[in-house]
């Protein structure tokens, strides 16, 4: 099937999105906190199995919200599925490795988080908007009924 071709976005709507972007993507790094709080304090797990849980948690909330509502796609949902696990497939060994490093050399497990969660709201949009939406934005038909 060929890719459907999108209009450009005005500066108001790139605006829009990445305003959309950040508070889903805040509204998972909650999701991430709570998961990582609840498997590090409760259950006392090391750093990177509860990063690794925790992200996992947020990232399927993300990719759902975000398709829907902030790049309104149409896209196949499992080659958009299998684009971003391609980007995770990259940055959850290496944040996992900087995590747990840093982790280990006394940085504090809160701050890494924070950090990494940034890195990856950041990483993550570019890899949305320029590969994995980059021509099927707004393609999505509301439905009706």
């Known amino acids: 099937m ?4 999108t209009t450009p976005l ?13 508070l889903f993507s805040i509204s998972a790094g909650v999701i991430q906190v709570l998961v990582f709080a ?3 304090e409760v259950f006392h797990l090391p750093y990177w199995p509860s990063y ?3 992200l996992i948690a947020s990232v399927v909330y993300n990719f759902t ?8 796609s149409a896209n196949n949902v499992p080659k958009a599925m299998l684009q971003l696990g391609i980007y995770y497939a990259i940055f959850t060994p290496l944040s996992t490795w900087w995590g747990d490093a840093l982790v280990g050399i006394g940085v504090m497990d809160y701050i890494v988080l924070g950090t990494t969660m940034v890195v990856n709201l950041i990483t993550e949009f570019c890899v949305n908007r320029f590969i994995i939406y980059r021509t099927s934005m707004n393609t999505r038909k509301p439905k009706t009924t």
């Open 2 to 5: 060929a890719e459907q071709q």
């Open 10 to 22: 005005s500066k108001r709507e790139n605006l829009v999105q990445i305003s959309k972007f950040t």
């Open 65 to 72: 919200v975000n398709r829907r509502f902030t790049f309104k």
């Open 38 to 40: 609840l498997l590090e």
């Open 52 to 54: 690794l849980t925790a």
